[in-house]
């Protein structure tokens, strides 16, 4: 109980200081609406159902190419991690690859697979990719040479060197690079949103913004914040379970 009135301190006294500098400072609703008038406007958009069904297509397309490109990163991260040489091949284009935002590959997406969900699901899994990849690379390659050792002096196979000794000591980077990527995911879609469908939180907030909605617009972002608490917390109890064996070691 305690744990949680500490966590709702800042976000309240934040929610108080909102509100009386725009009672006190007369500051134009279309500027910045108070918190009160956000939250009435956030009660209208779900009681209308509006909010559930953007809700859900955003989170739809969050699945979707999430799952897309840690598909094909955590393969690939694994197959570079494990073995020189792959990574040798593969690593050049990745670092010419990964610098460039998914931002900038609005124009292409439209042009390769034009409007609607396809360019949505190829930017969110473009930005889940590397994040994903870069951090399996890392777990694998970073798995300690003495457990190796030792399990090739007791005589493990290549494919039991892996499943037993490679994929567990990685899967801490492996777990942080799967929230990392759902993050960026999400930045991702909202951005997508604003460009290629005529639905979802993203696209809701940008209609907003052209009619000078301020109150919808900040109530948009905030159910962003929300669903993104919602979901990075899911992710870390997950990782909390399946590490447990590995807090045990570090305590040890």
């Known amino acids: ?30 500027i910045l609406p108070p918190p009160s008038q956000v939250a009435r406007k ?4 779900l009681r209308g159902g509006e909010l559930a069904a953007d809700a859900l297509s955003t989170l739809f397309r969050v699945a979707v190419g999430f799952a897309l490109g840690a598909g094909l ?4 991260g694994l197959w570079m991690g ?24 609005i124009p292409l997406s439209i042009l390769w697979f ?11 899994a473009l930005g889940a990719f590397f994040p994903v990849l870069m951090n399996t690379i890392a777990g694998v390659r970073n798995v300690d040479a003495i457990y190796l050792r030792v399990a090739q002096n007791l005589g493990a196979s290549s494919a039991t060197l892996f499943r037993r000794v490679l994929l567990p000591g990685a ?9 990392i990527g759902v993050g960026v995911a999400f930045i991702c879609v909202i951005v997508a949103e604003m460009i290629a469908v005529n639905n979802g939180l ?18 948009g972002m ?3 914040g929300l669903i993104g608490l919602v979901i990075d917390t899911g992710m870390a109890r997950l990782n909390d379970r399946l590490l447990r064996w590995h807090r045990g070691i570090e305590s040890a």
């Open 1 to 30: 109980m305690i744990r949680a009135l500490r966590s709702l301190a800042a976000p309240l006294v934040v929610l108080l200081c909102w509100e009386a500098t725009c009672r006190f400072a007369h500051v134009s609703p279309a």
């Open 114 to 124: 034009g409007l609607g969900n396809p360019p949505s699901f190829f930017l969110i």
């Open 222 to 224: 905030i159910t962003i």
């Open 171 to 179: 899967m801490p980077q492996i777990l942080a690079g799967l929230r």
């Open 82 to 105: 494990a073995r020189d040489r792959v990574y040798t091949v593969f690593n050049p284009l990745i670092q010419v690859l990964r610098p460039i935002p998914p931002i900038a590959w």
């Open 202 to 219: 993203g696209y809701r907030i940008l209609e907003a913004r052209e009619y000078f909605w301020s109150d919808k617009i900040i109530a």
């Open 42 to 45: 956030w009660i209208e958009y």
């Open 73 to 76: 990163a955590l393969p690939l």
